[in-house]
């Protein structure tokens, strides 16, 4: 089995779904994938263009009255297969995540106290914000997509971003506390 990067397992996933235009990707992407998976418009068409050459999946010219035509993406059975196949596989490792607070913070005697504070506080405002955007992506689909098949799974992997948000926040919390005590 030919081995893909993962942002063509993405493409390939998405394609399962109702958006079948670059366009479409990219937006499904910015609404839901993009909380945990980063793929940038640039990597959208060489993928597509990729996925059709080796077979994976067909493109397929849509006409709109009014508008230019637009390419469509359609998986084909040999494009679902392997995805199929790349989804049974274990993971391979785990993810690595990237900080920038937790890189600031590693330096932070470097900084102010002051500064310190402040980027602790701003972390914690904008989890708070994003967990609040999960909580509202959660409710649209409960109320409009709860019928899908794939809300289950929506719900599954939003429900780790809530949980891994919430506990970045405690971890914020108790931060602050820490090194105000330690201030003292």
């Not at 493409?11 to 958006?19: E, M, P, Q, S, V």
């Not at 409009?144 to 780790?160: F, P, R, S, V």
Request: hydrophobic share 35%; aromatic share 12%; glycine share 4%.
């Amino acid at each position: 089995m030919k081995k893909y990067n993962h942002t063509t397992y993405a493409i390939l996933g998405i394609l399962t779904t109702d958006c079948k235009s670059g366009y479409a990707i990219k937006q499904l992407i910015d609404q839901s994938l993009n909380h945990f998976w980063k793929i940038s418009y640039g990597q959208i068409y060489p993928t597509l263009k990729k996925i059709v050459e080796d077979g994976l999946a067909e493109v397929r010219t849509a006409a709109t009255e009014g508008k230019p035509d637009r390419n469509e993406y359609f998986l084909t059975p040999k494009g679902i297969e392997t995805l199929k196949r790349w989804l049974e596989q274990p993971v391979e490792q785990l993810p690595v995540e990237r900080n920038e607070v937790l890189l600031k913070l590693f330096f932070g005697r470097y900084q102010s106290k002051q500064s310190t504070t402040r980027v602790l506080e701003d972390y914690k405002q904008k989890l708070e914000e994003r967990y609040q955007t999960y909580v509202n992506v959660e409710q649209a689909i409960k109320s409009h997509d709860a019928n899908q098949e794939d809300a289950w799974y929506w719900l599954c992997t939003l429900d780790y971003g809530k949980r891994a948000t919430l506990a970045a926040i405690d971890w914020c919390t108790a931060s602050l506390e820490t090194f105000k005590r330690k201030e003292n």
